[in-house]
């Protein structure tokens, strides 16, 4: 029986561990081909094998996101080898330290809106001309509520969840009418991540949800008809 995703492409940023590396196995479980980033080599080949053990199908591409220029050669590749692009996640992000607004290291707040949001502006016009020539482009960012609900503490993650999300429901505006490329933003709420351990140090892991319920909500979500400026929020 054919799968869902048999024949895609996928890429799936902050692959290695967490939600990045759940949906993408997802993805792979449903007979997509994911292409998978992250910094940590050796964590990539990891979830790289645990497709393989399961049927699926995956490349690896180790890559720093707040350099451009590796972008835009995974770009290059891509096209060169697949063509087109069919879904792109984009989850790769860091938290940064919490900590009122007026004490805001601004190498620390430089570096969060390097990768939060100006590498996902370079993957998204990267990989643009990608997701057209897909007969049903994709793209879907992961968010934070405190994106849209700020709270005190995290003023700078929140910022950039913030930006990130007007820059996707943007391009989403923009490609609407002149291609099949549709955006969504994806809150994933209450998640067993190392970043949630990070931001609640004394809340037990057992208490949250696991990162293959965010992973289920979102390839389900793939499979609607759903319009640019979808946005889900994946509940405990």
Do not use: C
């Amino acid at each position: 029986m054919a799968k869902i995703f048999e024949g895609k492409i996928a890429l799936v940023t902050g692959a290695s561990r967490g939600i990045g590396a759940a949906i993408a196995s997802s993805l792979a479980a449903q007979g997509a081909h994911v292409i998978l980033t992250a910094r940590t080599a050796k964590d990539l080949e990891a979830v790289e094998d645990a497709i393989f053990s399961a049927g699926g199908s995956a490349t690896i591409a180790p890559l720093d996101l707040t350099d451009g220029d590796s972008i835009a050669r995974l770009a290059a590749a891509v096209t060169e080898r697949w063509g087109k692009l069919d879904v792109l996640i984009l989850n790769a992000a860091m938290l940064g330290t919490l900590s009122p607004v007026t004490a805001i290291d601004g190498a620390e707040f430089a570096r969060l809106f390097t990768l939060n949001v100006t590498a996902q502006q370079v993957l998204i016009a990267s990989f643009d001309a990608l997701l057209r020539k897909s007969e049903a482009g994709r793209l879907v960012a992961l968010t934070s509520s405190v994106g849209a609900t700020p709270r005190a503490f995290w003023g700078a993650y929140g910022a950039s969840k913030a930006a990130l999300e007007n820059l996707v429901d943007s391009y989403g505006e923009e490609v609407k009418n002149l291609s099949h490329v549709r955006t969504a933003i994806v809150d994933p709420g209450r998640t067993r991540t190392m970043m949630r351990a990070k931001a609640y140090p004394g809340e037990d892991p057992a208490t949250v949800k696991e990162p293959v319920v965010v992973a289920d909500a979102v390839l389900k979500m793939l499979q609607t008809e759903f319009a640019s400026g979808h946005r889900l929020v994946v509940e405990a």
